[in-house]
């Protein structure tokens, strides 16, 4: 296949797909995983988000999880202060539930935001995979490690300790060299720690320059194809980067 070529102008890529895994293919059920991506004028962001299995509308629980951070994002100042982003995401969620329980909904959200000023925030509650990759790093590859529950419990949005188990950390990328990648767990439990830098390498070769349609094409069918044998669970991942240039 020949290589593409990336375009000369600075921009911020973003890709992405999200399948449902072979188990509800089978069933017919629906997908529990949703991911979202949006360019705004202050910048761009990318979320994904994985129904806790438990939970009666773990599908409309993700979706709804993505779209309230994409809606919090839409309204940020650059310089906010990352705890808000917790507090304005859950509230916002529960809004959109109508009065519903929040249990019944329960769903992880991991995200990415980059604002035009090179500030990164990066991070989420629950489990899955948050990494930022960058050659400024030890070994290429910062994972971002959330804290877990006793006995195998998933943290979610709408568990009880409200966003004490949500964990954002800030970059600065303004040499436009960080790559944040973001996976739900049927695509993270399936990635080693040490390839995860050359896997974002990979993507942002493959991907960089290449339409919307022919990223979402691609990325879909890496995850319809996905190699591990035996992987059954559904299957988010997306990644954000910068192409060179001068912050605009």
Do not use: Y
Request: charged content about 25%; overall charge positive; proline content about 4%.
């Amino acid at each position: 296949m020949p290589q593409r070529i990336a375009t000369n102008r600075s921009r911020t890529w973003m890709v992405g797909a999200s399948v449902a895994g072979p188990r509800h293919r089978r069933t017919g059920a629906r997908n529990q995983d949703a991911w979202q991506a949006v360019r705004r004028t202050h910048g761009t962001a990318i979320v994904v988000a994985d129904g806790v299995g438990s939970a009666r509308f773990a599908a409309e629980g993700s979706r709804l999880a993505c779209k309230a951070a994409i809606a919090v994002f839409s309204q940020l100042r650059p310089c906010v202060d990352p705890k808000e982003i917790a507090h304005s995401i859950s509230k916002e969620w529960s809004e959109m539930l109508r009065g519903e329980e929040p249990a019944e909904f329960a769903t992880t959200l991991l995200l990415a935001f980059r604002f035009t000023t090179g500030r990164l925030l990066v991070g989420g509650v629950g489990d899955g995979l948050t990494t930022v990759c960058s050659p400024e790093f030890p070994d290429h590859c910062r994972v971002l490690v959330r804290p877990g529950g006793e006995f195998g419990e998933t943290f979610s949005i709408s568990s009880r300790t409200g966003t004490r188990n949500w964990r954002i950390e800030e970059f600065n990328d303004e040499a436009c060299t960080h790559r944040a990648l973001l996976a739900t767990d049927g695509v993270s439990n399936d990635l080693l720690e040490p390839r995860i830098a050359a896997m974002t390498e990979w993507l942002r070769n493959r991907f960089e320059g290449s339409s919307s349609r022919t990223s979402r094409s691609g990325m879909r069918n890496l995850l319809v194809k996905w190699p591990t044998p035996g992987s059954i669970d559904d299957k988010s991942i997306a990644m954000m980067w910068r192409s060179g240039g001068e912050i605009s």
